[in-house]
């Protein structure tokens, strides 16, 4: 767990996590992400293919802003504290956008000895436009 995890006692019902921050987002870092990731889809590489589609440009692949959250979820909980992460992609990503990752406990239980805590998460941008919609069970100590 990380040095500065937080306690379940901590960790009340409507407290907030502290927020990732990443970004600007720029096309140069997704013409590197989509071959590390396995996803090479030229509507998110090649704007002259994004606008053939019917976009203005090339956007951000939706598992890289996961990949955001999933590193708000590592950063305060590390990795062997998540239980269960999942989201819904509810907006586009543009290039220039910057994202701000959240998380708000919605409950917490104790579960066969193991201490949880249940996450609402989001990704928006500086206009507040909800990208990523998420939940996370974390095991805290």
């Known amino acids: 767990m ?3 995890a937080l306690t379940y006692e901590e960790l009340q019902e409507g407290a907030e996590i502290e ?7 720029t096309k140069e870092q997704l013409k590197e992400y989509g071959p590390a990731s396995g ?5 998110h590489l090649d704007d002259e293919f994004a606008k053939m589609a019917g976009y203005p440009g090339v956007f951000a692949h939706g ?3 996961m990949g955001f959250l999933g590193q708000l979820l590592v950063d305060r909980f590390g990795l062997e504290g998540i239980k269960k992460f ?10 220039g956008e910057v994202i701000t990752c959240t998380g708000k406990v919605i409950g917490k239980r104790v579960e066969n000895g193991e201490k949880l805590v249940d996450l609402e998460l989001a ?4 206009k507040g436009e909800k990208k990523i919609l998420g939940e996370a069970t974390v095991r805290v100590a």
């Not at 989201?87 to 290039?95: E, L, S």
């Not at 990704?123 to 500086?126: G, I, L, R, V, W």
Request: charged content about 20%.
């Open 19 to 25: 927020p990732v921050v990443k970004g600007p987002i």
């Open 39 to 43: 996803d090479p889809n030229p509507i």
């Open 63 to 65: 598992m890289l802003s």
């Open 86 to 95: 999942k989201v819904r992609f509810a907006r586009i990503t543009w290039p």
């Open 123 to 126: 990704t928006q941008n500086e």
């Open 2 to 4: 990380p040095s500065s």
